[in-house]
């Protein structure tokens, strides 16, 4: 299966900025998204973000009542030595949240960010992967957002934000109290059904995981990739009786 190829989707629209114009931060500090100049092999991506909704991607969805801390995360794809990969990070062990755990770089709103129901996420999410991995947000392209969802440990209501490394500029660990290390993925890694597995929580919950560069992907982080890349057409058959067990520290 080709990176080009599509699947049949659900139909169905979430909130979201419209996939017009440019990623441009203008004088006006307005923000837009585009897929204009993208590679093929991202169109099932973005159109993937067009029309899944929040309940396609995970059971975990925003309180009702509007309460959970806003947050955004880059989910970022470039072009690496063997084809399209994806940035990673690994939090500081030392963290309140999440320590230890691989993950999309990105954080909390900050409220120079703007309207968390419109543009702000976009600007988070760049923000966050700058501050974490020193990324060139110049560099970078927009060009979706999926529905948002929940982490209950956590009560972060996050957007997953899409962007095309159009320009890539060095990334490494800037504060080692945030951040332990900075990596990319081959998608053809996390495509790859001898790297994939269910983890297993102590708690009894099961979700879809990734063994790769060292590391075991799973929680939000594995479960986002594994919803992008069966939308997007690219997922392959896998054993999901393969497992490994999480621990309480998890």
């Known amino acids: 299966m ?92 030392s963290l309140r949240s999440h320590a230890g755990q691989p993950s999309f770089p990105g954080g909390s709103l900050d409220p120079e960010d703007g309207d968390p129901a419109t543009t702000g996420p976009l600007r988070a999410a760049l923000r966050e992967a700058e501050e974490e991995t020193g990324l060139d947000p110049s560099g970078v392209q927009l060009f979706g957002m999926l529905p948002r969802l929940y982490i209950p440990v956590s009560g972060f209501v996050v957007a997953p934000v899409l962007g095309w490394w159009r320009v890539p500029s060095p990334v490494d660990v800037v504060d080692p109290a945030e951040t ?6 081959p998608v053809a890694d996390l495509t790859d059904p001898a790297n994939r597995v269910t983890a297993v929580h102590p708690s009894g919950h099961r979700g879809p995981a990734f063994l790769v560069e060292s590391a075991l992907v799973w929680g939000f982080t594995a479960g986002v990739i594994d919803r992008i890349m069966h939308y997007a057409g690219w997922e392959r058959p896998w054993d999901r009786t393969k497992r490994v067990p999480l621990d309480w520290r998890a």
């Open 2 to 93: 080709t990176y080009a190829q599509s699947t049949t989707h659900a139909q169905g629209a979430h909130a979201a900025p419209e996939a017009t114009g440019g990623t441009d931060t203008s004088q006006d500090g307005s923000i837009t998204l585009t897929t204009d100049g993208m590679p093929g092999w991202l169109d099932p991506v973005a159109q993937a973000a067009r029309s899944v909704r929040a309940q396609q991607l995970s059971r975990f969805l925003p309180p009702e009542s509007g309460a959970g801390r806003q947050s955004a995360v880059l989910v970022l794809f470039g072009e690496g030595a063997r084809g399209p990969e994806l940035l990673l990070m690994e939090r500081s062990g």
């Open 180 to 185: 332990a290390r900075v990596f990319t993925v």
